[in-house]
């Protein structure tokens, strides 16, 4: 039996830092509500409902797409798409791998984060495949580390650890002190 739940509509927040990071959870909430709540929408109402929701300036640039074919108006693939081409800078792979060689993690962000951030990221840089990507995300978790004992952990492994593995070390490292903290904290208040 189904449940009456009331759903928060998705929303397009243009004046994100990152627009491109934005669209791409505001397509991934439509998604979500078209796969669920609004399963019944056809193409044609999927598409009033993105631009419903992509909000005043989202109508805007839909408006100034010109289509080959009238029908690909309805389309919600196309408009996704024609939206992530609008918001996509022209950059090339070569920057996007500059910029990742150069990021490091934030004061207080956490290991999951700062993967999740560098993963992003990767994913812009055409490396061949998915074990380059690794190798890549990897170097820049050593490296970008705010936490020098998590460096010194992970530059010490053989040469067979894996991402994953480091992604345990790290969590490992920051889950530890965390705890010292804690455990430092209310020493203090007795």
Known sequence: MAT???FASPQ????APDPITAFARFKQKCQLMFSSVLKDADDEEKVSYISLWSGEKGLDIYNSWTFTKEEDRKKP????????NQLESKTSHRIHRYTLQGMRQEQGETVDDFISRLKNLAAKC???NNTEVEDKVLDQLIWGSKNPDVQK???GQDKSLTLAG???IARSHEATSKHMKTLAGS????
């Open 4 to 6: 009456a739940t009331s």
């Open 187 to 190: 020493s203090e208040s007795h």
């Open 166 to 168: 480091a992604i345990e």
């Open 126 to 128: 055409q490396f061949r």
């Open 77 to 84: 693939a196309i408009i996704f798409e024609q939206f992530k």
């Open 12 to 15: 397009m927040n243009w004046d």
């Open 153 to 155: 952990s992970l530059i």
